[in-house]
């Protein structure tokens, strides 16, 4: 699938936290488009949380995503701390 939107970005962030969470937004579609990695994905979203440690912060950013790309980064990371399938899809 195409994707058709911007990911959601912070221009004051650093380059490795921009690059932090690019990852996480491709790994939050991967999950809802193929399947990801869950450790890989849980890796991901700690580093994420380094660049957005509040939890108002990154559901206003997930939100934004979610806007963005019909994808909910809180449905991916609910899913991949209940589940112990190496692979997550939603």
Do not use: C, H
Request: charged share 35%; glycine share 4%; no cysteine.
């Amino acid at each position: 699938m195409e994707k058709n939107y911007e990911y959601p970005l912070d221009l004051d962030w650093q380059k490795d936290e921009l690059v932090d969470v690019v990852q996480l937004w491709r790994l939050v579609e991967l999950a809802y488009e193929k399947g990801v990695e869950r450790e890989k994905f849980l890796t991901q979203y700690a580093l994420f949380k380094k660049v957005v440690p509040s939890k108002g912060e990154e559901k206003r950013w997930g939100n934004k995503f979610e806007d963005a790309s019909g994808y909910s980064l809180y449905q991916v990371v609910k899913t991949a701390k209940a589940s112990n399938k190496k692979i997550i899809r939603l």
